[in-house]
């Protein structure tokens, strides 16, 4: 009976990490994507300086 109640603990505790994580990913990809912008936008900008 204890050994359920642990399992139970311990995949309730792997829930809530992999949630986390899977919040943090959201949020480092989108900072990726932001930044691959503003890289995008800003060769743009050599180009035209270049011209």
Request: net charge positive; no cysteine.
């Amino acid at each position: 009976q204890k050994k359920r109640s642990d399992l139970k603990e311990i995949s309730e505790e792997a829930k809530e990490k992999r949630n986390t994580l899977n919040a943090e990913a959201s949020s480092l990809a989108a900072k990726r994507n932001d930044l691959n912008k503003k890289t995008k936008d800003l060769i743009n900008e050599a180009q035209e300086l270049k011209v």
